[in-house]
């Protein structure tokens, strides 16, 4: 005769093995990329003026800032599920799903990029943030060589099925509108528009291409 405690049991060993099957389906997966291989990358702003706002399914305003087109290797992408908002979502940035860690320039020769971990976590103020850890010690003056080629750009993605295709190491073309996002509370979270200044970009994704370096 099986116990209750067995069945009880079982369940929960299978709860715990779906779930880790369901996270392990949504780790993105990687291309290797020899080193040497460089891309300039790409970082491209219009800005745009008396864009009409986009109210989204949840209540929030997409203040469209500017027309915006960048390319770059993923160095970390990171899906955000609706209960982690609580601990990761600034004011404002609820209709953002991921994160996509994007390299430039030295940030795409796999080379440095392999002498960094890559995590996005919360920074601790409510902000989403990818952050650089170095495996070995760095130079300050090796850091700045490199952290400025690094941005985190949150994304509303039009078309969920596109970013399920994205994997670390890709060389990716995201097009779109950069946004500032409004709450029904009138809080506002503001995107980045320059490179390198250490902020993250909103950006209401509308396209996507992936390359290869």
Not at 70 to 87: A, I
Not at 101 to 111: H, Q, R, V
Not at 157 to 169: F, M, N, S, T
Request: neutral net charge; charged residues 25%; glycine residues 10%.
């Amino acid at each position: 005769m099986i116990r209750r405690t067995d069945l009880l049991a079982a369940g929960a060993l299978l709860f715990a093995l779906g779930g880790g099957v369901s996270a392990w389906m949504e780790r993105p997966g990687t291309v290797e990329v020899p080193p040497g291989r460089i891309d300039a990358g790409l970082y491209r702003v219009e800005p745009l003026a008396d864009a009409e706002p986009i109210v989204t399914s949840g209540g929030d305003t997409l203040l469209p800032v500017a027309q915006f087109e960048t390319r770059g290797r993923v160095l970390h992408l990171e899906r955000f599920k609706p209960h982690q908002s609580l601990s990761n979502w600034i004011p404002g940035l609820r209709p953002s799903t991921h994160d996509i860690g994007l390299g430039y320039g030295p940030m795409t020769d796999s080379a440095n990029v392999a002498r960094f971990r890559y995590a996005h976590e919360g920074a601790g103020n409510g902000l989403r943030a990818l952050f650089l850890r170095p495996k070995d010690p760095m130079s300050p003056d090796e850091w700045q060589a490199l952290a400025p080629h690094v941005t985190n750009v949150h994304l509303i993605p039009a078309d969920d099925a596109v970013l399920a295709r994205i994997r670390h190491g890709d060389l990716v073309t995201l097009r779109g509108q950069l946004v500032d996002v409004r709450d029904a509370q009138g809080r506002v979270a503001k995107t980045s528009t320059t490179p390198g200044d250490r902020d993250c970009e909103i950006l209401r994704v509308t396209a996507i291409e992936i390359g290869r370096l």
